[in-house]
């Protein structure tokens, strides 16, 4: 499974970016989907927002936390297919990429969703 988190927020966005982020249905910043088996189009539209997303493999304990403490039921009473997070605790440099910041390929995306549930 792979978690994408919205790092960066709308301003400034050019409308390309905007509308990925839209199909992708990361549309607010701390907001997060998770894929189980992502196509090819999906793992090319992560890698073209990559510069505002962080993402990487989440473990199965992760996932079912994440739907335990943050998921909710839309009106037909399915799981919505995003998640919404607070900032991470602790605070985080959220303008350099991985490993110093948070932006791209994070190796360690399971302990940054933990902190921000």
């Not at 982020?21 to 997060?32: E, G, M, N, S, V």
């Not at 009473?77 to 440099?93: D, I, S, T, Y």
């Given at each position: ?15 390309g970016?905007?509308?990925t982020?839209?199909?992708?249905k ?6 997060t ?17 990559r510069?505002?997303?962080s ?34 605790r ?17 190796k360690e ?9």
């Amino acid at each position: 499974m792979i978690a994408v988190v919205r790092i960066k927020g709308q301003v400034g966005l050019n409308s390309g970016i905007k509308e990925t982020l839209d199909r992708l249905k990361i549309r607010r910043k701390f907001a997060t989907k998770v894929f189980e088996n992502p196509t090819a189009v999906e793992i090319g539209m992560i890698q073209s927002v990559r510069n505002f997303v962080s993402f990487g493999e989440i473990s199965e304990d992760t996932y079912k936390k994440l739907v335990e403490v943050r998921g909710q039921k839309d009106k037909e009473g399915n799981l919505k297919p995003f998640f919404r997070l607070h900032p991470p605790r602790g605070g985080a440099n959220m303008k350099l990429h991985y490993p110093k910041g948070l932006l791209g390929e994070n190796k360690e995306i399971d302990k940054l969703i933990l902190r921000m549930l």
